[in-house]
């Protein structure tokens, strides 16, 4: 973990430590699978603090930062993050998603400045609306338990905490995530919620 300052490291130690993700005794070395946690009052401070992780994609990164706008993602996202986590929705069962996401290289943005990313107007020609957007023809409704499954990975879960709530098996979960993927044609969770926000699906 790399923190803009001892107070942040002493709070980030006790969201990890509630969320049951352990912490690495040394600072871990490049290509190795232990997931750098940066994290600062601002995405741009804690971006900084990865150095060439980052751009060099050494290893699996997380940022957190107290303070998350749709601009700091963008240039987050441009520097090579995929996987961003708001202070204030570092729950424990967030964060361990988070941090399972950002090792598996998953992308994943908080749902609040994804919608508002999404939602600016024309003319930022790199905009997520505007990358993602996929096919042009409108997309068919989702199946009740699609439509369900994709709010719940887009409020962050993971399939375990899915399939708790929707009472049904981890199996299920990936199977519906895998007919979302195939028919929003898209790459991946973050990209799902993403298009699926914008074509108003959920």
Do not use: F
Request: proline share 7%; net charge positive; hydrophobic share 45%.
């Amino acid at each position: 973990m790399r923190c803009a300052e001892p107070g942040l490291r002493a709070r980030w130690d006790e969201r990890l430590s509630a969320a049951g993700v352990p912490t690495a005794a040394g600072p871990g070395g490049p290509g190795g699978s232990e997931v750098l946690l940066a994290v600062g009052h601002t995405l741009q401070q804690a971006v900084e603090l990865c150095g060439p992780d980052v751009p060099g994609r050494l290893r699996p990164v997380l940022v957190a930062a107290d303070r998350v706008c749709p601009e700091g993602v963008l240039r987050a996202v441009r520097c090579g993050v995929r996987t961003v986590l708001r202070a204030a929705d570092a729950s424990p069962t967030q964060l361990a998603a988070a941090v399972l996401a950002a090792h598996h290289g998953d992308g994943r943005l908080p749902y609040g400045v994804l919608v508002r990313l999404l939602n600016a107007p024309a003319g930022g020609a790199e905009t997520p609306a505007r990358v993602s957007s996929g096919a042009s023809e409108p997309l068919q409704p989702l199946t009740p338990r699609q439509t369900a499954v994709l709010a719940l990975v887009a409020e962050g879960h993971g399939n375990a905490v899915i399939a708790r709530v929707l009472s049904c098996s981890e199996h299920t979960v990936k199977n519906v995530i895998y007919e979302l993927m195939s028919r929003l044609q898209v790459r991946n969770r973050a990209h799902a919620v993403a298009r699926a926000v914008r074509a108003g699906l959920i």
